[in-house]
């Protein structure tokens, strides 16, 4: 398990980021569009719904110049957050990798990789009367909760929605959308920006304690408090979690301990002070 360690600048609000227009068909990015306000972008559809079923969609074909298999999803929607989808099952094309013959860990795209009985935040393209993942060559899905947020719709604010819908699936799901919680914190923060504190702070009490490291990570980057701090220290010296979240922890409060050193210096003739927390790196 690794931990995407995204930039320590929270990403200004995104306004009007459902009024996105999708590109031209045809139209691909040269890299991966990782933000949800990207993913918005090159989609003509975005929506969230649990699929039901997969099967291959026929042979093998070339796709960004690489063989590719072909899949059919259908899924079951539960809400459309841009452009406009006529049933409530739909159906969708996504290709997978193929390994050429006797390879071994060879690094690639990380491609869709739908699985029947998972919900998903889903990005589509229209091609003539068919539906496709955005981007091929990519894997732009996001997995969700189970179960969708019931809300007003006469009166919603789609990006507060999504936002609830992914801290929720780090509470719903712990031992596996839980692994990447960093992940959703930060697309949460890019779709309602300094209000993603409130919505992460209460995991600092999550009873996973994996959970509680990746929260306090975070939010170290942008409201340091006791409880971060304590957080962080408890992580560094609990052997129930992996080494690399140990050390993790432990690196961060070094960080900040050197950083508090230089604010200090840097602060030495001021006329007040700011009283911040204790960081204790001590192992025992």
């Known amino acids: 398990m690794r931990v995407f360690r995204l930039s320590a600048q929270a990403v200004p609000l995104i306004i009007g980021l459902f009024a996105i227009p999708a590109l031209p068909q045809g ?34 074909i070339n796709v960004d110049g690489e063989e590719r298999s072909q899949w059919i999803a259908t899924a079951a929607i539960d809400r459309v957050f841009k452009g406009t989808l006529g049933p409530n099952f739909v159906e969708f ?39 496709e993942v955005s981007i091929a060559p990519y894997q732009m899905e996001i997995r969700l909760a189970p179960r969708g947020l019931m809300s007003d719709e006469s009166n919603v604010d789609l990006s507060q929605v999504l936002a609830k819908e992914l801290v929720t699936a780090v509470q719903y799901e712990p031992e596996t959308i ?6 959703y914190y930060s697309w949460t923060e890019e779709l309602i920006g300094k209000q993603a504190i409130r919505l992460v702070e ?37 052997e129930r979690i992996e080494e690399w979240a140990r050390s993790g922890a432990r690196e961060r409060l070094i960080d900040m301990a050197a950083g508090d050193t230089f604010l200090l210096l840097r602060s030495k003739n001021a006329t007040t002070s700011v009283a911040t927390p204790k960081i204790d790196l001590t192992l025992n």
Not at 34 to 51: A, K, L
Not at 178 to 183: D, I, K, N
């Open 202 to 238: 209460p995991f600092l009490s999550s009873s996973d304690p994996l959970i509680r490291y990746q929260t306090a990570w975070w939010l170290s980057f942008r409201q340091v408090n006791s409880a971060v701090i304590n957080e962080l220290t408890n992580a560094m010296r609990d």
């Open 93 to 131: 094309k996504y290709y997978g990798y193929i390994p050429p013959p006797g390879a071994i860990d060879i690094m690639t795209r990380v491609m869709a990789d739908f699985r029947a009985g998972n919900r998903y935040l889903i990005f589509l393209n229209r091609h003539g009367s068919d539906l």
């Open 27 to 60: 139209i691909q990015p040269e890299y991966f569009p990782q933000t949800i306000p990207e993913r918005v972008r090159f989609s003509d559809i975005v929506c969230s719904g649990t699929v039901v079923k997969i099967s291959e969609a026929g042979k093998p």
């Open 178 to 183: 839980g692994r990447s919680a960093t992940r």
